[in-house]
């Protein structure tokens, strides 16, 4: 049976980059959508493949998350965790359209290879009833859940951080929370991703967790959360994009989630040319670039190395 592990020592990743107060815009992963499969007991380094789920159904349905530009996770409850095979119905999360008016299915399936009937392509778009006609076993809810990473085979600090914060919120929040396997970023962990924003962030405590799960029902960023020190990005944007976006969200404290869109291009100088547009008509250009910080740990498992720095300039 897994149990949480001890305070991490000062040389831990997480513990370093803390301690150097680096900022975490542009560092969440990307993901045009998010399917979430509970898969109960023990995760490996790679957890779709290594665990008690299928690794065959796992890396295809992996690579058909990946190919249509969404990510799959693993979650499971709160707790500790049996090393048995996974009894009984599988709960699902999928979040789409998470450009636009993000949308969250929830509900139960027997069989996870049940997850390659989905419309992948059109979990892109804004109506979810294409992936409940292929699955009628889900259905849209407007609960959020807050995905939190405990993958300590990936990186220990994600289970010796980031479960106490899993449990903590989710005393406050039964069936809101979940542990989920590796999202990257555990150099910034406690990690969290909202559903069904995407909007995810760093260095949670169980007040700010609750804070997001709170804020992601009114469909917002709180606005302790929207910050260089916690907010990672939407992750429907790539890296450059997140910052620019997180920049001028924080620059107007803007708080609905949905009330900004962006994109951006590299130029032959490096430089990424970032255009964010408010859904009231304003709009902004920021110039992004990125810089080596000091020698970090990019993980546990690594030795030190540059970091690397996301820095956002307004042109207008």
Request: overall charge negative.
């Amino acid at each position: 049976m897994t149990t949480h592990a001890e305070p991490r020592p000062p040389s831990a990743c997480s513990m370093q980059w803390d301690d150097a107060e680096l900022p975490a815009w542009g560092t969440a992963s990307y993901a045009r959508f998010w399917v979430c499969l509970e898969q109960n007991g023990p995760w490996g380094h790679s957890a779709i493949t290594q665990s008690h789920l299928d690794p065959e159904i796992g890396a295809t349905l992996e690579r058909a998350c990946a190919d249509h530009g969404g990510r799959l996770l693993l979650i499971r409850r709160p707790g500790p965790h049996a090393d048995e095979p996974h009894e009984g119905a599988h709960t699902v999360l999928i979040a789409g359209c998470l450009e636009r008016d993000p949308w969250l299915l929830t509900g139960e399936i027997d069989d996870p290879a049940q997850l390659l009937a989905l419309p992948w392509d059109l979990l892109l778009e804004d109506d979810p009833d294409a992936a409940t006609e292929r699955l009628p076993e889900l259905e849209e809810t407007r609960d959020p859940a807050l995905l939190v990473c405990t993958n300590g085979k990936r990186d220990v600090c994600c289970a010796v951080r980031g479960r106490p914060i899993a449990l903590q919120a989710s005393a406050t929040h039964p069936g809101a929370v979940w542990e989920c396997s590796h999202t990257g970023g555990h150099r910034f962990s406690p990690t969290g991703i909202a559903l069904p924003s995407g909007q995810t962030y760093a260095r949670l405590t169980g007040e700010l967790a609750e804070l997001a799960l709170q804020a992601e029902r009114r469909r917002e960023v709180p606005d302790e959360l929207a910050n260089a020190t916690h907010n990672r990005g939407r992750s429907c944007f790539k890296s450059p994009v997140q910052v620019a976006e997180a920049f001028v969200r924080q620059h107007i404290s803007e708080r609905k989630g949905a009330a900004l869109t962006a994109s951006g291009s590299q130029a032959a100088d490096g430089v990424w040319r970032c255009e964010v547009s408010h859904n009231d008509g304003r709009s902004w250009t920021v110039d992004v670039t990125s810089e080596d910080g000091p020698e970090l740990r990019a993980s546990c498992a690594k030795t030190p190395g540059p970091s690397t720095v996301w820095r956002a300039t307004p042109t207008q």
